[in-house]
């Protein structure tokens, strides 16, 4: 396991810019990841927080500028080095993601058989037990994920990231599409894991309650770009009109 | 004037023209150029999934899975288009040959014909619109679905859960299929020829495989691994390319059945050439 102090950026970026054609969706974007932190990424859809989050997890290769996860520049590194950072990231994915030919139990154990070779079938077993509990589903382990709902699917999509351990967690639109209920659910599960699982997040999305209950610390993007950065209550003090428009 | 008069009619139609053909033609050479692009992106497909498929790591499970799905859930299907097949055959086929007083030819005719051509080609269709349609929709709908990132992200290597296991699948499973659907074409030839006549099995065997030989099986069989080939590779391209809406899925799906049956007849025709010059 890697060692991070406190103060140290588990994820920096630095002038990143990512285009699709002519269409530049990342602008000189540059943030950072402390350790231990919550940091939301807000912005309006179509802004590039998924454009970034899949940066870094190098799904989407950057024009330019630099991701470093743990110290190490991810556009520079083979696919064994590549795939080790990757193995202390967990990415919960805005659909959910879910194997759909797979039941819940082997949607955990998939990632578990490929990134835990050692552990034993009863090992595995505990362990896809315990993420199933930690996140309220252990009687859903036999069921279909066409059986599953919206809320419940998030759910054990975020199980089957946190089975592997995480020290990082990326969160894509992680209350998007969820009725008001489920979605606070979504945020204090959030916060459980991270305090359960002491990882450090960076969670991209456009739910305003969503960002008042994770955030730590939070990033504005606009048009590709970071707008503005700080804690939650400058935020909601600021009379720049976009930032008020969804803070309202 | 009067001479003026036309030619200063004639130039704005000439420049529309102008025009018009200017367009035509960078049209026709965006398509003529993302044609060739498709065509590049596939062979780079091909030789991935190639090289993929000679890696370590084998997902030995994902593939004896997809061979259950792909081979046994066909089964049904295979069956009744084999005996339908070799139904018509033998109805269609015995008044021409009683005419000519060779109705005893009638069962190696359809024998040979079955397993030579009419088997392979009319399975492998079939499986190009069951199982390559299947395949793409599949990959397509977990691309949309953001699960081919998930495995990516995970470790694990798509190409190689995904696509290798699918290609080989099928690969392996289309000949066995063709067989399968072989044998119930002769079936029902037997049945066919029951119809109007009293044949036994025993006989109708004998007269089947009397004139059929050993030459003829092997090319119809060697040929089937290509078409497997194909329609594996094509639905898993179609797929795994598919863009990021959900109308992809059906573009998918639709794609690569339309692309796999074309193909599959151009495979055989390349086939039943080298199979005319080394016999």
């Known amino acids: ?248 | 004037m009067r001479r003026i008069k036309p030619v200063i009619k004639v130039i704005p139609v000439i420049r529309s023209a102008t025009i018009n053909l200017s367009e035509k033609t960078i049209d026709k050479t965006i398509k003529a150029s993302s044609f060739l692009e498709e065509v590049a992106n596939f062979i780079l497909f091909i030789l991935r999934t190639f090289k993929e498929t000679f890696s370590r790591k084998f997902e030995f499970r994902e593939f004896f899975r997809q061979c259950f799905q792909i081979g046994y859930k066909s089964l049904p299907l295979i069956s009744i288009t084999g005996a339908i097949m070799g139904l018509v055959l033998t109805i269609q086929s015995r008044p021409i040959l009683v005419t000519f007083g060779a109705v005893t030819l009638l069962p190696s005719m359809v024998a040979i014909s079955l397993i030579r051509e009419i088997g392979p080609v009319i399975t492998a269709l079939i499986c190009a619109g069951k199982i390559g349609s299947g395949i793409g929709a599949e990959l397509g709908s977990m691309k949309v679905t953001e699960q081919i990132d998930a495995m990516e992200v995970s470790s694990t290597n798509p190409m190689r859960f995904l696509v290798v296991t699918r290609v080989l699948a099928t690969t392996l499973m289309l000949p066995l299929l063709v067989l399968y659907a072989d044998a119930w074409g002769i079936l029902g030839s037997w049945i066919a020829i029951n119809i109007k006549g009293d044949v036994s099995f025993v006989l109708f065997s004998s007269q089947a495989f009397g004139y059929l030989k050993f030459i003829d099986f092997l090319p119809a069989v060697v040929k089937t691994f290509f078409f497997g080939a194909v329609i594996g590779l094509v639905g898993s391209y179609k797929g795994y390319t598919a863009g990021r809406g959900t109308e992809s899925v059906g573009i998918a799906a639709n794609s690569a059945v339309v692309l796999a049956s074309l193909l599959v007849i151009i495979v055989d025709m390349i086939a039943v050439q080298i199979t005319d010059m080394l016999i």
């Open chain 1, 1 to 248: 396991m890697t060692e991070v102090k406190n103060t140290e950026a588990i994820i920096e970026i630095g002038n990143l810019r990512k285009s699709f054609g002519n269409l530049e969706v990342l602008k000189d974007v540059s943030l950072k990841l402390f350790n231990g932190e919550n940091l939301v990424v807000l912005g309006k859809s179509g802004s590039g927080k998924s454009v970034l989050i899949k940066c870094i997890v190098r799904l989407l290769s950057p024009n330019e500028g630099t991701i470093k996860v743990l110290g190490k520049d991810v556009k520079k590194l083979d696919r064994n080095d590549l795939a080790e950072i990757r193995q202390k990231i967990g990415f919960l994915f805005q659909s959910g993601a879910l194997y759909d030919s797979m039941d819940v139990k082997q949607n955990l154990e998939f990632p578990l058989i490929r990134i835990r070779k050692k552990l034993t079938q009863k090992q595995r077993n505990e362990k896809i037990e315990e993420v199933l509990e930690n996140v309220g589903l252990l009687d859903a382990i036999n069921k279909m994920p066409s059986e599953l709902s919206g809320g419940m699917r998030k759910r054990i999509s975020l199980a089957r990231t946190l089975i592997i351990d995480p020290m990082i967690m990326l969160y894509d639109e992680p209350t998007t599409g969820l009725d008001p209920v489920t979605s606070d659910e979504i945020s204090l599960l959030i916060n459980d894991v991270k305090k359960k699982y002491k990882t450090s997040s960076l969670i991209i999305t456009h739910d305003i309650e969503c960002a008042r209950a994770t955030a730590d610390r939070l990033i504005m993007l606009h048009d590709g770009a970071v707008y503005k950065e700080g804690k939650i209550d400058e935020f909601e003090k600021s009379t720049d009109t976009l930032i008020k428009s969804f803070f309202k």
